[in-house]
Structure formats: C-alpha cells, structure tokens
C-alpha cells in the first residue's frame, strides 16, 4: 500500500469516526447538549468556553515540583502564604478552593486550586495588589529555594459537571490530566455530558476543567474517594452502567497524552 493511500485510509477512518460519534450525540439527547454539536458550532465565530462553561468564574491551578528534602518547609511556607491571601481585602473575589500533595504519580509535587468570581479582571486585581505586596513577595521567594519546577494554568469548569462542593471527612483525590488532539473539545464534552451521568450517584466527582492559558487543549477531572479501594470498585461499576462504554470508545481517539495523579488534602485546604 502507497503511502498515499494509507494516508487517505487514515482521513476516511477520522471522518467515519467523528461522523458516527456526532450522529449519535445528536439521535441520544435533543435537549440542550444540541448547542454542544459540533458540526454547528466549528463555521461559528463563537469560542469553545463561550458554550461550555461559565466564563466569569476562573479557576488558577498551580503545580509546584518540590525539591525532595524541603517539603515540611515548603508546606509550612504555603500554609503562610494562604493565611496572608485571606487576609487581604482584594482577595474578597478569590478562594483556595483545594490544596493537594501527590501521593501516587509525580512525587514531590503539590498542586492549589485557586476560584476566581468576576472574570479575569479579578485576576489582575488580585496580581495587581497581592502578588506585588511585599510579604507575599518573600514568601514567594522563600518558596523558590524549595522547588525544582512550577506550572500556572487558567482554567474554566464544564457547565456539565456538578458544583464543586467541599468534601468533609479523610478523602483520597485522583486528578485525570488529558491532552486533546485540538479542535475535538466539543466532542469530548458531548460525550461526557452524558457519561458523568453514570459517576454521579457515589457523589464521587469533584470538578472538571479545561484550560484557557497555560497548556492548551488539556482536561483536568478530578475525582473524591474515600480510599484506593473505593475507587476501585466505583471504577468497576461505572462499565456496568450502560453508556459508559462507549463514552470511552468515543473519546479515548481524541487523546494525544493523559496521566493521572493520587493526592491527598494538606492541612489547610479547604476540601478534606
């Protein structure tokens, strides 16, 4: 066979594919997903956030590598940091919304999830006056010694998933990282607008998001367990529910990477 035409084969398959999986989407749910479809949006000149999500909520998450032998310190650092945030009058738009370590995956890590209520004007308020102060500037600093490596992102929820709720009690998180191919966001959002349905009843997610600045084309679920177990048999009972299947068959061709990460709440953060 000609390169050409494995080529060809290729794009027939891709098309074949996306052509059955949007006609699907569309035969299963007439309701408001139909303002998800993909052939309808993409000759649109509106943006993907503008249908998926609520843009005037931001959420900032960062990811900081730790050097190995600094992580009570850089805790405590934290810790520092978070109580000097709160108090300050410009972050009355601003709240930690969940504070992690990695337990499972990259080690060494630590991960803050930051809710911002007003769009990214509140942002730049909060840079403008907390990130220029200058304590928060020597604990920032103080910070910098500890770690090897850091990441900040920009990211909107799925209007699809459930409010994030604060979780009570001793819980174990796993944070699902994808990197998409680019332009199948709607695609995997019609699939699981459908599929959370099925993860729903053991009160087991706990956001979803897609990036806006940072690394773009990713998706972040992130799930609440109460132990490795747990999630186990949530996992295994998912495939007994119908529709689940195919939510995986529809979207796993739209992956290029993912990862996913176990983590445990610090001290100070707000969900436990």
């Known amino acids: 066979m000609s390169q050409l035409t494995r080529n060809l084969t290729k794009s027939f398959n891709l098309y074949q ?38 843009k005037e909520i931001i959420y900032e998450l960062h990811t900081h ?8 310190k850089y805790l405590a650092n934290y810790k520092q940091t978070v109580d000097f945030v709160r ?36 942002v730049d308020n909060f840079h403008n006056n907390v990130w220029t ?8 600093k103080e910070r910098g010694n500890m770690l090897r490596a850091r990441h900040l992102q920009y990211l909107l929820a799925f209007s699809f998933w459930p409010e994030i709720t604060p979780r009570a009690g001793k819980n174990i998180y796993e944070i ?3 990197k998409l191919q680019p332009g199948t966001m709607i695609e995997w ?16 997610p706990f956001a979803g998001f897609f990036s806006q600045i940072g690394r773009l084309y990713n998706v972040h679920h992130i799930w609440c367990y109460p132990s490795l177990q747990a ?27 993912m990862h996913t990460r176990i983590c445990v709440p610090t001290e100070f953060s707000p969900t436990q």
């Open 231 to 257: 999630r186990k048999e949530t996992r295994e009972s998912a495939w007994k529910m119908p529709g689940w299947d195919e939510c995986v068959a529809y979207t796993v061709p739209l992956i290029n990477d």
């Open 65 to 72: 590598n730790v050097r190995s032998d600094s992580m009570d």
């Open 133 to 140: 102060h200058p304590d928060y500037k020597k604990l920032a």
């Open 17 to 54: 594919r996306a052509f059955s999986t949007s006609s699907v989407c569309q035969a299963r749910d007439q309701g408001w997903l139909n303002n998800l479809f993909v052939r309808k949006i993409e000759p649109t000149k509106e943006s993907h956030s503008s249908k998926l999500s609520d």
């Open 87 to 122: 108090s300050q009058e410009a972050t009355a738009n601003c709240e930690l919304v969940g504070s992690w370590s990695v337990t499972v995956g990259d080690l060494d890590q630590c991960v803050h999830l930051y809710k911002y209520t007003g769009g990214f004007e509140r």
């Open 176 to 178: 699902r990282s994808y």
């Open 189 to 204: 959002s019609n699939n699981w607008a459908r599929a959370i349905k099925h993860r729903a009843e053991n009160d087991g």
